[in-house]
């Protein structure tokens, strides 16, 4: 029956071999039709093949019975795709009879060690070289998608998505991810920040107001054990005494409750603002921010301008040091 439908153009085919994997179940999902599919199939003595619908060009994931991720590929209706693929790796992968697919599978194959490298720079470095030099081509949509880390570069990946034609990527595709930017690389979330009321701990209001000191550091947390551990270390090192109290430190926690939030905090043992924000995310005047994640640390001036908003303590360490410290 799979074989016979080969040539229907209203559903797709994928087949191919895996090396090294033998025979098992294997996972597939893919978007179409405004919701997630997710289907199995047989992998039989290293060989598997599957038929799916999308009328619109989808990206299949492929993984194996206990949910490693094989391959990705791209493929919409009327086509075939075949695959060769590697238990050793999503890296090493050929695809054929998908133009972007095959790209794809090349793309992988040639910038292997940069992408495992472990190394985020140079990882995205590949990418945004791929994307500047090919806005024509959909496998620049599909590499911002997959494969480029956006995590406090929301900036140059929204950068990267416009400079792509808008007949490379289809509404449908990058519809939610160019939302998702937009909220965060937005006038809103970068301009200058306001004063926020928040509960302090001692069932008051903490007013905070940027203009209050030279330098203020808003770190916003869940109240976790293991990520409260390494935050609390932090602040007391930001709080120290060669600052010449310039630095205004507080700290902001999403908890459900006061309950939970007062349980987190009662070991601490420093003197900076403590602080619950009613709401998380998208308390009053914390929404303004558009926080994306926790941990979380946003940097101001006097002025209440934003000199770093980002998920990475070392540098915000090293922003809030370059202006505070004494030489």
């Known amino acids: 029956m799979v074989l016979a439908a080969c040539g229907d153009s209203s559903e797709f085919r994928v087949a191919g071999t895996i090396n090294g994997l033998g025979t098992q179940n294997l996972w597939i999902y893919y978007y179409a039709n405004d919701a997630v599919k997710c289907q199995n199939t047989i992998l039989l003595d290293g060989k598997f093949s599957f038929v799916g619908y999308a009328a619109e060009p989808t990206i299949v994931e492929i993984y194996s019975t206990d949910k490693v991720l094989l391959a990705m590929l791209m493929v919409e209706n009327g086509q075939t795709v075949d695959c060769v693929l590697d238990k050793a790796g999503r890296y090493n992968v050929e695809f054929e009879g998908n133009e972007v697919s095959h790209q794809w599978g090349k793309f992988l194959a040639e910038n292997r060690d940069a992408l495992i490298s472990g190394n985020k720079a140079l990882h995205n470095s590949v990418i945004e070289k791929y994307v500047v030099e090919h806005p024509q081509n959909m496998l620049s949509t599909v590499l911002m998608l997959t494969e480029y880390d956006a995590i406090d570069n929301e900036l140059m990946?929204?950068?990267?998505?416009?400079?792509?034609?808008?007949?490379?990527?289809?509404?449908?595709?990058?519809?939610?991810?160019?939302?998702?930017?937009?909220?965060?690389?937005?006038?809103?979330?970068?301009?200058?920040?306001?004063?926020i009321n928040l509960f302090s701990k001692g069932d008051t209001i903490y007013v905070f107001n940027p203009k209050m000191t030279s330098v203020s550091v808003l770190a916003f947390s869940e109240t976790s054990t293991s990520e409260r551990d390494s935050l609390v270390a932090r602040l007391r090192e930001w709080q120290s005494a060669d600052r010449e109290k310039k630095?205004?430190?507080?700290?902001?926690?999403?908890?459900?409750?006061?309950?939970?939030?007062?349980?987190?905090?009662?070991?601490?043992?420093?003197?900076?603002?403590?602080?619950w924000a009613l709401g998380g995310v998208e308390a009053k005047g914390v929404d303004r921010l558009a926080i994306?994640?926790?941990?979380?640390?946003?940097?101001?001036?006097?002025?209440?301008?934003?000199?770093?908003?980002?998920?990475?303590?070392?540098?915000?360490?090293?922003?809030?040091?370059?202006?505070?410290?004494?030489?």
């Not at 205004?248 to 403590?274: E, H, M, Y």
């Not at 301008?305 to 303590?313: D, E, I, L």
Request: charged fraction near 20%.
């Open 157 to 195: 990946a929204d950068s990267l998505l416009q400079m792509i034609a808008p007949e490379a990527r289809p509404r449908h595709l990058i519809g939610a991810y160019q939302e998702m930017l937009a909220k965060f690389c937005g006038e809103k979330a970068q301009g200058a920040v306001n004063p």
């Open 247 to 275: 630095l205004n430190v507080v700290d902001i926690a999403f908890a459900p409750d006061t309950v939970a939030w007062k349980k987190a905090i009662k070991d601490d043992d420093g003197k900076w603002n403590q602080c």
């Open 292 to 327: 994306p994640r926790t941990p979380y640390f946003v940097v101001t001036d006097s002025t209440g301008a934003q000199v770093y908003r980002g998920s990475s303590m070392s540098h915000a360490t090293t922003v809030i040091d370059s202006l505070t410290v004494k030489k």
